[in-house]
C-alpha cells in the first residue's frame, strides 16, 4: 500500500529538539504539497506545516517559528526539525498530501512526548 511512513519521535525533555522524517516512495512526491499534521491524546489531527514541491513552507500560527519543516524530492523525504519543545507538542505526527481529495490513507505517525 503506497503511504507515507513517519519517524523519528521520541521521548524528550521540554526545551529539547527533535527532527521528524517522512519516506514517501511511490506517492508522486516530488509534485504534490507536502504537510505534517499532529494529533494530541484526545483531540483532533490537526495541520502543522506544509511545504509546495519547490519548497515554499507555511506554519501553523500557534507554532511561533519553532519548527521548519523542508523537503528532499531527490529522496522523496521530507523533513520537520521541532525546536524548543513543550509538553503540549505532545502528540502523535503524521504527514500527508495537504490536498484532501488526493490524501492517502494515513500511516502509524511517530510519536513525540515532551516530558521532564
Known amino acids: 500500500q503506497v503511504q507515507f511512513v513517519e519517524s523519528g519521535g521520541g521521548l524528550v525533555q521540554p526545551g529539547d529538539s527533535l527532527r521528524l522524517s517522512c519516506a514517501a516512495s511511490?506517492?508522486?512526491?516530488?509534485?504534490?504539497?507536502v504537510a505534517w499534521y499532529r494529533q494530541a491524546p484526545g483531540k483532533q489531527r490537526v495541520l502543522v506545516a506544509s511545504?509546495?514541491?519547490?519548497?515554499?513552507?507555511d506554519y501553523s500560527d500557534y507554532l511561533k517559528g519553532r519548527f521548519t519543516i523542508s523537503r528532499d524530492n531527490a529522496k522523496e523525504t521530507a523533513y520537520l526539525q521541532m525546536n524548543s519543545l513543550k509538553p503540549e507538542d505532545t502528540a502523535v505526527y503524521y504527514c500527508?498530501?495537504?490536498?484532501?481529495?488526493?490524501?492517502?490513507?494515513w500511516g502509524q505517525g511517530t510519536q513525540v512526548t515532551v516530558s521532564s
Open positions: 511511490g506517492t508522486q512526491f516530488r509534485f504534490v504539497t
Open positions: 500527508n498530501r495537504e490536498n484532501e481529495r488526493i490524501r492517502l490513507p
Open positions: 511545504i509546495t514541491p519547490d519548497g515554499s513552507p
